[in-house]
């Protein structure tokens, strides 16, 4: 699918006859500011060309535009800019596949654009979507609660599309959490990865909002499930694809499969208990993420802080060597309540709300650090 979104008749003719017949291809009058409030409602095309003339900011416009749009889409440019600085700042440094100056021709449009149209042009880029992963050190101290909260603050927070991968195949939660119905499509597609084709996510993922996807499996305890490598590899990657976050909500003690899951995750993110054995086991996964080449940042968020009979906070930072980037207070009636209705905690608990607003921006931080690299080059994966 193809959408356009330009400021004049002239260009709207020079594409319409440079790209010729193209299939589903819409266009719309309007500049990147139309199409990021259009973006905002409707599902991310293929290929976009937004046109940025007379935008007083174009870099923060496309930034905008980033927030709205899947990691998959494919952007071209036009404006009233010449200068060469500025069409390799916005091809190289933002992460445009292609810029064109008006007025537009059709030669220059089918010489330029129509090669990413047509899906011959700079196809072999690593771009995607950032992956979180959520691990709880031991059962039972709110790892699931934790992914699921969080891949909601973030899209409520970024407007982005999000993705949450629940990998306990037997047993999990994601799904009873969200008051979500899963099918088997996921061990399948982990177990047997050549069935995995492109309607692979429209099978099994899950709507939970507008932006958020689940992706989960409530095999039967029974069940011999046995996940490759090439499986999980192959379901990120497609993730990565069509989601700006994905968290992925990750069995403990990391066997092979976990690992290579590690191994692509911008965060990790281990949740503890105010408990003796939580320490122990937050300082012997610490050391385990290390040891795999993890290239993710690793933090810890204690969930249950002030909780009776248990260890007070100042203990629990003395234990593992320095304070949780995040602290959950104890909730003990919300959190049941949630999981028992089928309803995310986060709508419901202001607590929780608080704490997990703190760690989106933890999560989020890394974008807004990196402003010289733009969003836009960050989230599509171009600009290095």
Do not use: W
């Amino acid at each position: 699918m193809l959408m356009v979104f330009v400021s004049d008749e002239a260009s709207e003719a020079a594409i319409r006859g440079g790209l010729g017949d193209v299939l589903g291809m819409q266009i719309r009058r309007g500049t990147v500011r139309t199409a990021v409030k259009s973006l905002e409602k409707e599902v991310t095309p293929r290929i976009l060309i937004v046109d940025i003339s007379g935008v007083e900011d174009p870099f923060a416009a496309l930034d905008d535009l980033a927030s709205v749009c899947t990691p998959d889409v494919r952007v071209l440019v036009v404006g009233e800019r010449t200068e060469i600085g500025f069409y390799r700042d916005i091809t190289r440094n933002i992460g445009v596949h292609e810029y064109l100056h008006k007025p537009l021709t059709r030669d220059n449009v089918a010489r330029l654009f129509a090669p990413h149209v047509q899906g011959s042009g700079d196809v072999g880029q690593d771009r995607g979507g950032q992956v979180t992963v959520v691990c709880g050190v031991h059962g039972g101290v709110g790892a699931t609660t934790l992914a699921v909260n969080l891949g909601l603050s973030l899209e409520e927070a970024t407007r982005s599309h999000v993705a949450i991968l629940d990998l306990h195949l037997r047993g999990g939660t994601a799904a009873m959490m969200l008051g979500a119905r899963v099918t088997s499509g996921l061990r399948i597609a982990l177990e047997e990865p050549e069935r995995v084709d492109s309607l692979f996510l429209d099978r099994v993922a899950v709507p939970i909002g507008e932006r958020v996807r689940l992706i989960a499996a409530e095999e039967p305890m029974e069940a011999d499930t046995c996940p490759s490598e090439e499986g999980v590899r192959r379901v990120i990657d497609m993730l990565r694809q069509r989601f700006n976050h994905v968290v992925v909500d990750l069995p403990m003690p990391p066997g092979p499969v976990e690992k290579m899951v590690l191994q692509r995750a911008r965060h990790v993110v281990l949740v503890l208990g105010p408990d003796v054995a939580s320490i122990r086991d937050t300082v012997s996964l610490r050391k385990l993420v290390a040891t795999t080449g993890a290239p993710g940042r690793v933090m810890t968020v204690l969930n249950g802080s002030g909780r009776r009979g248990y260890l007070p906070d100042k203990l629990v930072a003395e234990g593992i060597g320095a304070a949780p980037e995040v602290v959950i207070p104890d909730l003990p009636r919300q959190l049941p309540r949630a999981a028992n209705l089928g309803r995310p905690a986060l709508r419901d608990s202001p607590p929780l709300r608080r704490a997990m607003s703190q760690l989106t921006q933890e999560i989020a931080a890394v974008r807004s650090a990196e402003r010289s690299r733009s969003l836009f080059s960050r989230l599509f994966g171009r600009g290095g």
